[in-house]
């Protein structure tokens, strides 16, 4: 398993994802997990630096420094598993200096996320290529989504779409549950007897916040805006952010954000004090963050885009927010304005009846459950890894 991302050093969805995943397939399958950054404790977990010739290079060169690393010590391996373009060069060259099977799990598309230029410069041009080269090459694609399938093909139309699998992420059920602490929820200056609204992402164009800033001006005076918010992608969205948040407190009470990285059960205990969670991402594949609410006990309002139409039933477990978006690989709304609209309304209504809104919250939990628990997840990863190794082992030796 080779990933940017691994505990304890985990700042996305794509690092709970991979963390998971190794512990579900653990019991059945011999992982070894590669990942970027300081030595892990954990057994069977190799971690790798940026050479220091490339510690001054661009973000993108020094990626591919670690890739390379990675990719010698693969040897030896069935099958190689790589999660997002940081990773993905190490999986490609892993493929073919050791001739062995590659799976790609699409977190998320680089065509899809220009914005990233802000942060990359040159070497955006250098993870599209390492992205493209390593999707239209790999034996399996697994999609977190169906939306995020149709993005794939629509992306990369040279992929083979029988390669392109559906495998949906998941949620820790026995982690992610209904907890009542409110003296940690004061802790961080939210009164846990007003509604309230609560945000969970990485500071980056694709997660809509500055939407959401606009929309909560909107809500009514008692309604908590709470965001945990941090790892801004570019000081530019940072200042953007930084800017709407002063503003909106100097209009209202309840705005709190949170800017480092929260424990757990921290972030358990601050969304089960919430009315509800609110995704309002211009891109999202499907994500996790939604999951974790809804496993939370929390209705999700939600832009009906990407994967988040396959987590969020619309007037069940949350609201869906219409948006139309530009066609020009930014997913901004046509018309903004409109978007803002619509996503201050679905918020205004969810909080507005709180007996409804806890009715969503449950039915919420209920549906992750039942379809994104981690041991089916990996299951149909495991079939995909057993399918594509006995193929290699019939090509190698045919006779067999």
């Not at 630096?49 to 890739?67: E, Y």
């Not at 969503?360 to 209920?366: K, P, Q, T, V």
């Amino acid at each position: 398993m080779v990933t940017r991302e691994y505990p304890p050093e985990v700042y996305g969805g794509a690092g709970v994802h991979v963390a998971e995943l190794v512990a579900a397939l653990r019991p059945t399958t011999d992982v070894v997990v590669r990942c970027f950054g300081m030595p892990r404790d954990e057994d069977d977990v190799h971690a790798y630096l940026v050479p220091p010739q490339l510690a001054s290079a661009n973000p993108a060169l020094a990626t591919l420094g670690v890739d390379l690393q990675i990719a010698q010590d693969v040897g030896g391996a069935d099958l190689v598993h790589s999660h997002t373009w940081y990773a993905n060069g190490a999986g490609h060259l892993a493929k073919l200096l050791h001739g062995i099977p590659h799976v790609v799990t699409a977190h998320s598309l680089e065509p899809l996320r220009p914005w990233k230029a802000e942060q990359l410069g040159g070497g955006y041009r250098i993870s599209s290529e390492i992205e493209r080269t390593a999707f239209e090459s790999a034996d399996a694609v697994i999609a977190v989504s169906h939306g995020m399938r149709a993005d794939i093909l629509r992306c990369y139309p040279a992929i083979d779409p029988a390669k392109v699998r559906v495998v949906h992420n998941g949620i820790d059920l026995e982690r992610w549950h209904p907890v009542d602490e409110p003296e940690i929820v004061r802790g961080f200056g939210i009164d846990p007897t007003r509604p309230s609204v609560i945000f969970v992402g990485r500071i980056t164009r694709q997660k809509g916040l500055p939407y959401l800033l606009a929309a909560a001006q909107r809500l009514a005076p008692e309604v908590q805006l709470i965001l945990c918010a941090g790892a801004p992608d570019t000081p530019e969205i940072l200042a953007e952010v930084q800017a709407g948040v002063t503003a909106l407190q100097a209009e209202r009470t309840g705005v709190i954000w949170i800017d480092r990285l929260l424990s757990q059960p921290e972030l358990a205990a601050l969304l089960s004090a919430s009315t509800t969670f609110v995704c309002p991402s211009v891109y999202e594949p499907l994500g996790i963050v939604n999951l974790e609410a809804m496993a939370c006990g929390l209705p999700v309002v939600g832009t009906a885009t990407g994967g988040i139409p396959e987590v969020v039933a619309d007037g069940v477990t949350g609201r869906l927010v219409p948006i139309v978006q530009v066609d020009d690989g930014t997913g901004v709304p046509v018309d903004p304005e409109q978007f803002i609209a619509d996503l201050a309304a679905a918020l205004s209504a969810v909080v507005a009846d709180p007996a409804a809104a806890r009715l969503m919250g449950i039915a919420g939990r209920r549906r992750a459950e039942a379809e994104f628990s981690w041991a089916s997840i990996a299951e149909r990863t495991h079939a995909i890894y057993a399918e594509l190794v006995d193929a290699a082992a019939t090509q190698a030796n045919p006779e067999k």
